[in-house]
């Protein structure tokens, strides 16, 4: 597998389900990003990692936790979540920090019921 | 808070055409900014990514320019084509900290045969 991946690229689930996206990097970077798309919206920054440490993290409700074990893969642990949340999820990486191009995985759609 | 707009919204051409693609962003001070387009449904894909110091990038039939005091950037997309049709976004990223990047709404592009 090459670039960015994402699993699952679909995932339905109920507000009292728990759920993990799954995003892994074949590139070599060493920063990681979770972005939300939702419609008619543009994309928001939701976490950034660097060598496996969170640099960043947009005011984004604690029913999303992240967790990058190391710098290949990055996870997005979901619990409680609303049918507000429903959304695409995008993954990046990238090498360094400012000044450096940002890879996308193909997203996961996740639909809150 | 950077703020990007991207004009237009949606746009309708025939085949052949020579189109632009423009962005707007609030806060000039960028290290770089990201072009990118999404087919519906899916994640990113990098088109261009021009320096601050840049005025111009190519690829292909692709051209960026940049024009950081004010604050703009267009896409030039010479030749248009139907595989060509897609929504395209830009992204500006900040001098400081890690890449994290502003996105518009983007601008959706329809060329027909």
């Known amino acids: 597998e090459t670039g960015v991946t994402q699993t699952p690229r679909h995932l339905v689930m109920g507000m009292t389900n728990k759920k993990s996206l799954k995003c892994e990097q074949h590139?070599?970077?060493?920063?990681m990003y979770w972005y939300k798309q939702s419609a008619k919206k543009p994309l928001e920054l939701m976490f950034v990692?660097?060598?496996?440490?969170?640099?960043e993290n947009n005011s984004v409700p604690s029913r999303f936790s992240p967790e990058c074990p190391n710098s290949s893969h990055l996870f997005l642990h979901l619990h409680t979540l609303q049918p507000e949340d429903s959304a695409l999820y995008l993954c990046?990486?990238?090498?360094?920090?400012?000044?450096?191009?940002?890879?996308f995985g193909p997203g996961t759609r996740l639909t809150v019921l | 808070k950077q703020e990007v707009t991207q004009i237009p919204a949606a746009l309708s051409v025939p085949e052949g055409e020579n189109l632009v693609l423009n962005c707007s962003f609030t806060?000039?001070?960028?290290?770089?900014l990201q072009w990118f387009r999404q087919d519906p449904g899916k994640g990113l894909t990098s088109l261009l990514l021009?320096?601050?110091?840049?005025r111009e990038q190519t690829s292909g039939r692709l051209n960026a320019s940049l024009d950081k005091s004010s604050g703009r950037s267009t896409l030039y997309i010479a030749a248009s084509q139907p595989g060509d049709s897609a929504t395209y976004l830009c992204?500006?990223?900040?001098?400081?900290?890690?890449?994290?990047?502003?996105f518009g709404k983007g601008t959706m592009l329809l060329v027909s045969p």
């Open positions: 990692y660097s060598l496996e440490e969170r640099v």
């Open positions: 992204a500006p990223s900040p001098y400081s900290g890690y890449s994290t990047l502003t």
């Open positions: 021009i320096q601050s110091s840049q």
């Open positions: 590139l070599g970077h060493n920063a």
């Open positions: 990046a990486s990238s090498q360094g920090g400012a000044a450096s191009e940002q890879f």
């Open positions: 806060d000039s001070a960028i290290y770089n």
